[in-house]
């Protein structure tokens, strides 16, 4: 009976995986920056009167009425500026800008508008885009809707290609179809680029260590 072979074989593989270099170790991928979006809804609704100038988005249309407001009752750029805040957890409209402090008594709210955009920026954030509808019955407001987002975009430090603003009426029904109220909602997205992971955990270590 003729001797095995299978054992010289094993002895053979086992050293040959011996001599084999090892594998390198896996590499970890370079460090990303990590990017926070966020997301604000907001919305204002002013009533209606006679003998008040109609200003949306900081644009006076010409009309018999007006919204009743503290500043110029724009409800379209109050409404931007709440779904900015929003998305930046800063609080809202009321809080910046009571409607019990002179100093906003009568003023145009792209001035808010600016504000908040420097909220923003302070706190690190970016807008990248916002979308704002307005409900009003009358008059239509087509015609003055590309002036009103180059209007926002310039108050807000944007390209006119990242606002947009749509119109609906009412349709007859309650105060918007009535004609007795304008109301404006708005979403606004927001980003912000944090630390890199890898200087996160210098900081991190850092920490440990002091």
């Known amino acids: 009976m003729k001797p095995s072979k299978r054992p010289a074989k094993r002895e053979r593989d086992r050293r040959s995986r011996q001599d084999k270099p090892p594998s390198p170790a896996p590499q970890p991928p370079p460090s990303q920056p990590l990017t926070s979006i966020r997301t604000g809804i907001g919305n204002d609704l002013h009533r209606l009167i006679r003998g008040h100038k109609l200003i949306l988005g900081g644009v ?16 379209l750029a109050h409404a931007v500026c709440d779904a900015l805040l929003g998305a930046a957890a800063l609080g809202d409209i009321g809080r910046h800008f009571p409607n019990t402090s002179p100093k906003w008594r009568g003023v145009s709210s792209l001035l808010f508008l600016r504000h908040v955009r420097k909220l923003l920026q302070d706190a690190g954030y970016a807008i990248v885009n916002v979308d704002a509808t307005v409900g009003l019955e009358r008059p239509k407001l087509s015609p003055y809707i590309p002036l009103m987002e180059r209007r926002l975009a310039q108050a807000l430090g944007l390209d006119a290609g990242q606002v947009s603003v749509k119109a609906k009426t009412g349709e007859g029904m309650d105060a918007l179809g009535r004609g007795e109220a304008v109301r404006a909602d708005a979403v606004a997205l927001i980003s912000k680029r944090l630390v890199e992971k890898s200087r996160v955990e210098k900081l991190r270590s850092r920490e440990v260590e002091s």
């Open 60 to 75: 006076h249309i010409p009309f018999a009425k007006g919204p009743v407001g503290h500043s110029d009752g724009d409800a």
